[in-house]
């Protein structure tokens, strides 16, 4: 993580306002002590990232401030400046944890040498961490994908296919159902399977620090930047980079992507060179982005650039077949990681599971099992164990043979009609002529009701209106 807070500690006024003046000048925010009982308790109160403090002080110590805050706050970087050169101090204080090491009179110029390095230093660590979770977390692919839903099956197709291509892709879907899983195998079906996976949270971070965090920044483009840094575009590649809920981006976020996307180059934030990288590019959403487009919060230019092959993942309310699958992964899962006495879940218990709406999806469901594992309510988990958990206000309505009701009460009558309709679809193999002879519409008339949900994102699939009118006239 970047520097932003450093305390100095020093008896001397005069060292102690030199060290806050030069420090003070490179950007950072600076807080003085006079003592070492002083500066404890203004780390207790505030930890700081870079503590500067002098070896010998009355009271507490250097050595002795060096021990609580290490003890404390492992990762807070702590150098030594003393008067006295002593090897045998040196030595002590690297023992105790101490970063560096520096001998009275101090110079401006160490000062920023010294905060260079460890701005390089806490990048690396940053990168190393950041690569290393990556790295775990694509492990995953389809084979972690536990689905016997034909439209999963036929997406789980598509991504291995779509895979061998450069082609970006744009995964929309409510929040829980997966979307980094099928942007991970996307990644390892593909040719760029040993290269870097690099992941960027879009709304987790303000528009400045998004650009930075995107392409980087040189040395001095703002406050804090005291050394140039690479950018995710740059980490990933000859790889792939995944902009997640790439929704949250501002309009002039979205004009510099844009950008890259075409021209496969761009600057570092403060630079004036022009880099070029070879980037496959992966965005999710769980908003509607044709909808942001149409409000005018998403470049529709970026859109359709984003969008050349779509996937959508569909609810697991949608797909309640799937909840046994996704329940059998999860339990064999938890009881393996667990000391557990839970073997195996109730008919009466998996189909409340099956009867519940999932708001949260496949997390809240891998939530739940790992839940009801760790709790442990016996070898065979009940109804009423799972009950306890699941809010009354989002279970299914149900017939009393089991199966989930069409419509239910609160529901609206555009939400119940599309439902009924893509229920009879199912039910007749997407057979179009079929399903508007039970509806009793026209098949014409069935065919915009199916364009319309895809244009609102409620819907797999490309316009078939030709096969639509074919079978009207038939």
Same mark, same amino acid.
């Given at each position: ?5 450093v305390? &100095? &500690? $020093?008896d ?12 003070h000048?490179?950007g ?6 006079g003592?070492?009982?002083d500066?404890?308790?203004? !780390? ?5 990232d ?8 009355p009271?507490?110590?250097?050595m ?5 805050i290490?003890?404390?706050?492992? $990762?807070t ?19 105790l944890?101490?970063f ?8 401006? $110029?160490q ?11 806490q990048?690396l660590?940053?990168?190393?961490k950041?690569?290393r ?11 972690e ?29 409510e929040?829980?159902?997966g979307?980094e ?10 040719p760029?399977r040993?290269?870097? !996976?690099?992941?960027?949270n ?15 920044h040189?040395?001095g483009? !703002?406050?804090?930047?005291v050394?140039k ?16 809920e790439?929704?949250?981006?501002s309009l002039?976020?979205?004009s ?5 996307l075409e ?11 022009t ?33 050349v ?20 992964h999860?339990?064999?899962? !938890?009881?393996r990681?667990n ?10 218990a ?19 099992? @790992?839940?009801l594992? &760790? ?7 009940q ?5 306890a958990y ?12 089991? @199966? ?22 199912e ?14 519409v ?8 199916? @364009? ?14 030709e ?7 038939g």
């Amino acid at each position: 993580m970047p520097i932003e807070k450093v305390l &100095v &500690v $020093d008896d001397d006024t005069l060292s102690r306002e030199f060290l806050y003046e030069a420090l003070h000048k490179c950007g950072y925010t600076v807080e003085v002590s006079g003592t070492g009982e002083d500066a404890w308790e203004l !780390f207790q109160r505030e930890p700081a990232d870079v503590v500067f403090t002098d070896m010998r002080m009355p009271g507490m110590t250097g050595m002795e401030l060096l021990e609580k805050i290490k003890g404390v706050s492992p $990762d807070t970087v702590v150098v030594m400046v003393t008067a006295y050169g002593a090897i045998e101090d040196a030595v002590e204080a690297m023992k105790l944890g101490a970063f560096d090491y520096l001998l009275k009179p101090v110079s401006p $110029d160490q000062i920023e040498v010294r905060m260079q390095r460890l701005e390089e230093r806490q990048a690396l660590l940053a990168e190393n961490k950041y690569l290393r979770e990556a790295l775990e977390e694509s492990q995953g692919g389809l084979e972690e994908m536990v689905a016997q839903d034909p439209r999963m099956l036929k997406m789980s197709e598509q991504v291995k296919k779509v895979a061998q291509s450069k082609a970006t892709v744009l995964i929309q879907g409510e929040s829980g159902t997966g979307k980094e899983l099928v942007a991970q195998a996307l990644h390892r079906h593909g040719p760029r399977r040993d290269r870097n !996976f690099v992941r960027v949270n879009c709304a987790a971070l303000s528009e400045s620090l998004l650009e930075s965090e995107l392409f980087g920044h040189e040395k001095g483009a !703002f406050t804090g930047a005291v050394s140039k840094r690479e950018g995710r575009f740059e980490l990933a590649n000859g790889g792939t980079l995944l902009l997640d809920e790439i929704s949250e981006t501002s309009l002039a976020l979205q004009s510099k992507l844009l950008r890259v996307l075409e021209l496969e180059e761009f600057e570092r934030v403060g630079g004036t060179k022009t880099l070029k990288v070879d980037v496959r590019v992966v965005a999710t959403t769980n908003r509607d982005l044709r909808k942001y487009v149409d409000a005018g919060k998403f470049r529709e230019d970026l859109y359709y650039r984003l969008n050349v092959v779509p996937v959508l993942l569909p609810p697991l309310r949608e797909r309640p077949g799937d909840v046994p699958l996704l329940v059998a992964h999860f339990l064999k899962m !938890f009881i393996r990681q667990n000391v557990t006495g839970v073997k195996s879940i109730s008919p009466e218990a998996m189909k409340l599971l099956q009867t519940y709406r999932w708001p949260g999806n496949i997390r809240e469901l891998k939530n739940l099992i @790992q839940r009801l594992v &760790v709790i442990d309510p016996g070898e065979v988990i009940q109804a009423e164990d799972v009950s306890a958990y699941l809010p009354q206000g989002e279970r299914r309505a149900a017939s009393p043979d089991g @199966q989930e009701l069409i419509a239910e009460v609160g529901m609206s009558l555009d939400e119940a009609e599309r439902r009924l309709i893509l229920k009879t679809l199912e039910r007749t193999s997407n057979n179009k002529t079929r399903t508007a002879e039970i509806l009793q519409v026209t098949a014409r008339t069935l065919r915009n009701k199916l @364009q319309r949900y895809r244009e609102e994102g409620l819907l797999e699939g490309g316009d078939d209106g030709e096969e639509d009118e074919a079978e009207g006239n038939g």
